[in-house]
């Protein structure tokens, strides 16, 4: 999985990044490094208090299309931003590459199950890619 530091190791980086933020020693390119290394540290740390304890396929019911034609930084296609329940009474918003389904229709999703219980959906876009809506 990579590089792991000790607890211990990661908790001493972390209190020297503060150190050199907090006084203010070293040059402009020192305090941003220093920053950067420090919000890389706090993530990893997060992500290894809560991590991802189960992967479900479950289908999304379209409720509305709140907005068309977003054009995300990554790709040309324009997408359109849909509020999605779920079968434990969630609600959510996803954005959709084309087609785009009507309110009523039901869309593959993911959810990512985590240790702390929350829960985080997303378009499964192979199957979305394959079947469309349904």
């Known amino acids: 999985m990579g590089f792991r530091p000790s607890l211990e190791r990661r908790n001493r980086i972390i209190r020297k990044l503060r150190y050199v933020l907090a006084n203010k020693t070293g040059s402009v390119k020192t305090r941003v490094a ?4 420090l919000m890389t540290a706090c993530t990893l740390v997060s992500l290894q208090c809560n991590p991802m304890v189960a ?3 479950v289908p999304g ?8 034609g977003i054009q995300p930084a990554e790709t040309d296609q324009p997408h359109s931003r ?8 969630t609600e959510t918003h996803i954005l959709l590459p084309p087609p785009v389904p009507l309110p009523g229709h039901f ?9 702390k219980g929350n829960v985080e959906y997303s378009l499964d876009l192979e199957k979305w890619l394959l079947e469309g809506p349904s």
């Open 34 to 37: 220093a920053g950067a290394l």
């Open 61 to 68: 019911l379209v409720l509305e299309i709140d907005a068309r």
């Open 107 to 115: 869309i593959p999703l993911k959810a990512a199950h985590y240790r």
């Open 55 to 57: 992967n479900e396929s």
């Open 82 to 89: 849909v509020l999605i329940a779920v079968g434990d009474s």
